[in-house]
């Protein structure tokens, strides 16, 4: 049985909505893991919180499941040093994590819409994987970055991958992916679209006046949505049914290095069809 230590900042139903799909799998035993515990940067009793409650939700799910909840409030943990060093932070917030966790035996670390960066020590420590909004080739940056680049590239298609965490953010060995057309049905009327509006603007205008509701833009996030909880969940499949696993931040089978990740289009997509 594959142990996870799940870490997320509970923000809203996207975090609950993985919470609960990982352990509806768990339970129907189509999905051998269990939780050693969950972990969230905040404790919910920080002001201003705009999240409050969303993050209690997110909270009473946990503790209904009867999964241990372990908060670290960022807000509250030396203040003096966010601003002044965020190096120093960062450290000195990684080892308070590592006191709660280290008798919390676990596998795999999942950040799961997780918002601080891990420390270093607890990268090199211990395997976490998180969930990049591109293919392995594409864009860095967060999803709205990677989106406009994708349109301002013209781009055939988008994806999204699961890597290994480490000190150097977004640059682990990629595990897994999923790929999707954004060209075709349902695309090239919105690619249409775009072409007809930068007739008399720029895609630089159109970014700063329309932005995010963007039809082409809306459309490529919904699709990357959906296909982002099934490759997570896909994802830890793999780990659990023992096909793969991480050896000094590399991705194995059995005692075999892979020299590249494993596309779960396929599954994802059946997935997403169910």
């Known amino acids: 049985m594959l142990k996870l230590g799940w870490f997320s900042t509970g923000r809203g139903p996207g975090s609950r909505n993985l919470l609960r799909e990982v352990m509806e799998r768990k339970d129907d035993g189509t999905l051998d893991v269990e939780f050693s515990f969950v972990f969230c940067n905040w404790d919910n009793t920080e002001e201003p919180n705009p999240k409050k409650d969303q993050r209690q939700m997110f909270f009473d799910m946990v503790e209904g499941y009867g999964i241990p909840l372990i908060t670290l409030s960022w807000k509250t943990f030396r203040p003096d040093l966010w601003d002044s060093d965020p190096s120093e932070w960062r450290r000195l917030y990684g080892i308070e994590i590592r006191k709660r966790i280290q008798d919390l035996g676990f596998d795999l670390g999942i950040l799961a819409g997780y918002m601080l960066w891990i420390d270093d020590e607890t990268c090199e420590q211990y395997d976490f994987m998180n969930l990049h909004p591109a293919l392995p080739t594409g864009p860095k940056g967060t999803w709205q970055e990677v989106i406009w680049q994708l349109i301002r ?4 298609e988008q994806g999204a991958m ?3 965490v480490t000190p150097e953010w977004d640059r682990g060995t990629a595990l897994t992916y999923c790929r999707f057309p954004i060209r075709g049905k349902g695309y090239d009327e919105l690619w249409a679209d775009l072409d007809e509006r930068l007739k008399d603007r720029s895609l630089d205008d159109i970014i700063d006046d329309i932005g995010i509701e963007l039809p082409l833009f809306k459309k490529i996030r919904e699709d990357g949505a959906k296909h982002e ?6 994802t830890i499949r793999q780990f659990a049914d023992g096909n793969v696993h991480i050896k ?19 599954q994802v997509d059946k997935n997403i069809e169910g």
């Open 248 to 266: 000094e931040k590399n991705l194995y089978k059995g005692d075999t290095r892979l020299e590249g990740p494993f596309d779960l289009s396929e």
């Open 153 to 156: 590239e013209g781009a055939d």
């Open 229 to 234: 909880l099934p490759l997570i969940v896909e």
């Open 162 to 164: 699961m890597h290994i």
